[in-house]
């Protein structure tokens, strides 16, 4: 198996929105929808305690064998009483929120952050044509690109397509439930979403 940093694809392109968004002080983080565990190993380098929930047993299984030093590796549902409310100083997920109901899920999220925590999500969200053409093409282009100097590493974890919700949707969604989120089209299909919940 590759080792994590000559790994390539649109959703480890995008950890670095993640990693930018940890907070400062951060103690505890959890990685929801977590696959193989890239983006908690990523975490893990910044934060001592890192917990990686997933539904997919064979991705948490293989999480596992990877260095899981650290991380708290865990088959379940994080929309169930897994966790305790305000229990996290970052929630994060890439590529995960479509999986879900996205109402539900942000709403756990949210509620899952202690005050001063941050919730930071980059996610897949459905093109509106034709305004969203001509940023598709570019992202075709840039995704040959780097594609060809980096290849190209496939998950293994189930996937999703199409995303059941528009780019529009979610920002919509993000501006109801989180007041005062960034919300960001990325190039390469991808949105990301960055919030800190007031502190008491």
Known sequence: ?????ERWNHNLHYHRVILDAVPDRCRRALDVGCGEGTLARDLRRVVPHVVAV???EPSIRLARQQDAAG??????DFLADLFEPASFD???????????DARLALRRMRDLL????RLAVVGLARASYPADLPRDAAGAVVHRLHKAAKGWWEISSPTVWPPPETYGGMR????ELLPGARFRRHLLWR?????????A
């Open 1 to 5: 198996m590759a080792a994590q940093a």
């Open 54 to 56: 997933d539904l997919h």
């Open 71 to 76: 991380i708290d590796f865990l088959v379940g």
């Open 90 to 100: 970052l929630v994060a997920s890439v590529a995960a929120l479509h999986h879900m």
């Open 114 to 117: 202690r005050p001063g925590g």
């Open 172 to 175: 919509d969604l993000a501006a």
């Open 191 to 199: 949105y990301s979403l960055v919030w800190t919940r007031l502190a």
